[in-house]
């Protein structure tokens, strides 16, 4: 199931981006991917989606991929993905009666990139000042058991890069050894540069007939994530040339989504979605 994600962030061009000068030609954009498969050998249901926007304005507002994919009662897997440029969700779950060879399978990824030109603050080009990266994570995993019949999981990455020294910090996250929460990495450079901001979220879900342990498995990020930038200087420019504003108080959540915070759960978020 992960090396299914992988495969996919890798096709959507999310590892290109993470090298040096492989986004020159557009500075910011926003990638989504999301597959879901039922079987039961011979019948089986796939559906899957995407969304690449490379340099494309509207990288910098929601989008959302959704499939579903169904065979019989019982048998399901979901995909969810929203993103834009400085927030990322997913969602994965599946669900399979006992028995047989079937499985119900789903994962959902993406991520984005952008360029933060160091300006502003009135400070000459070449001095030293810094960028903190706040990155925002929240969600949860119901299916961590490692077995091969069944799971879910959540992982997520981010990293911040000085174009002209090359110098990047960097984080990998897992839902099976790191807790959810607020990390922070600080990156120094000077003005005059640009900073080149990556991040990806991947979720995914599976459950085989022959699973001893549970007939369904969910991963459920479509909480976060979030991130924003803190200059050391005031002034500092933090928007990138998507037009997004990484202050932290300008992450853009629509009010229909403020609920989060509180605990709604998944289920009636989607019921109200659906609605």
Partial sequence: MRAAVLHA????????????????????????????EVTNFPAGDIKRGEVFLDGDPLAASLQAVDRTARLG????????????VGVLKAYAS???PRGGDGLATSTASGGFYDEIRVTGGGLAVGTPVSYRLDFSISGSVLGVQPDPTFGAFGTASVSLQDYVTGKSVFMNWDNRRDATGI??????????????????LQTGAR?????????FAEADFYHSALYS?????????????????????????PASWALMGLGVGMVALFKRRRA
């Fill in 229 to 253: 930038l803190t200059p050391s200087v005031a002034g500092l420019n933090v928007v990138g040339l998507s037009g997004h504003d990484f202050t932290a108080a300008a992450v853009p959540e």
């Fill in 207 to 215: 459950v085989q007939g022959n699973s001893i342990n549970a007939r």
């Fill in 9 to 36: 962030v890798a096709a959507l061009g999310l590892v290109a981006l993470t090298l040096p000068g492989t986004s020159q030609a557009a500075s910011y954009g926003l990638s989504g991917f999301v597959y879901t």
């Fill in 94 to 96: 599946a669900t399979y």
């Fill in 183 to 200: 990390y922070s990495l600080t990156l120094n450079t000077v003005v005059g540069s640009s900073l080149l901001i990556n991040a990806s």
């Fill in 73 to 84: 009662p019982g048998s399901e897997a979901t995909a969810r993905f929203l993103g834009q």
